[in-house]
């Protein structure tokens, strides 16, 4: 294949991905939200940086007040973490409500305690935009590890954690999104839907 010519999306699906639970703090109310993307920049000083989708109620908290806290999921969470963080939004749901497991960090956000092996709390002090998400550049200011269970990847997620599918209808015609399962129906997807149970955009959904 040409490069030039074709691009495939199932490549970025090969790309080795974390899973983590980003949470944020603002006028009162706790949020959080599923995030697959947190990286160490640098260790001296100690840096990090996540991608958040703009449409994310945890992105505009986090825009404001400048300050987040990313909890590492690990093999043992079940798929409630994913349905609590991922499948609602925070702008009409209480997130934290009834949720065992969860303490308030130094920087007042929230950090999970359970189904998760440690967390890092930053202060952003960069933003990047790249168009449907934020980047945010920050400075590690606290971490620590609970435990060594090991750290669930996004295979895993859809290997392990993620219920199957139902069979598919063949003569649907449409996009499945890979993370809840929402079906699309109908050609073509368009190139800015976002997923209306789990927030996620069309990148992460493929032909039925």
């Given amino acids: 294949?040409?490069?030039?010519?074709?691009?495939?999306?199932?490549?970025?699906?090969?790309?080795?991905?974390g899973l983590f639970v980003l949470t944020a703090h603002?006028?009162?109310?706790?949020?959080g939200c599923i995030i697959n993307t947190a990286i160490q920049l640098t260790s001296v000083p100690m840096q990090i940086s996540i991608c958040v989708n703009k449409g994310n109620y945890t992105h505009d908290m986090i825009m404001n007040t400048k300050k987040f806290?990313?909890?590492?999921?690990?093999?043992?969470?079940?798929?409630?973490?994913?349905?609590?963080?991922?499948?609602?939004?925070?702008?009409?749901?209480?997130?934290?409500?009834?949720l065992n497991g969860a303490i308030r960090g130094m920087?007042?956000?929230?950090?999970?305690?359970?189904?998760?092996?440690?967390?890092?709390?930053a202060e952003v002090t960069q933003t990047?935009?790249?168009?449907?998400?934020?980047m945010f550049i920050a400075t590690v200011t606290c971490s620590?590890?609970?435990n060594s269970d090991r750290s669930a990847t996004y295979q895993y997620y859809f290997d392990h954690i993620k219920p199957a599918?139902?069979?598919?209808?063949?003569e649907k015609k449409g996009y499945v999104c890979r993370i809840c399962g929402y079906v699309?129906?109908?050609e073509p997807l368009p190139p800015d839907f976002i997923c209306p149970l789990c927030g996620h955009g069309a990148e992460d959904f493929e032909k039925l």
């Fill in 107 to 121: 920087n007042g956000v929230m950090i999970l305690t359970q189904q998760v092996n440690s967390f890092i709390s």
């Fill in 144 to 146: 620590g590890v609970f």
């Fill in 69 to 98: 806290n990313v909890s590492t999921i690990s093999e043992k969470a079940d798929f409630e973490l994913f349905k609590r963080f991922g499948f609602a939004s925070g702008r009409d749901t209480d997130k934290f409500q009834g």
């Fill in 128 to 134: 990047v935009d790249c168009g449907t998400h934020t």
């Fill in 26 to 31: 603002e006028n009162g109310k706790d949020n």
């Fill in 1 to 17: 294949m040409s490069e030039n010519k074709m691009i495939d999306p199932a490549a970025m699906h090969k790309l080795s991905y």
């Fill in 165 to 170: 599918p139902a069979p598919k209808a063949e």
């Fill in 184 to 186: 699309y129906e109908g």
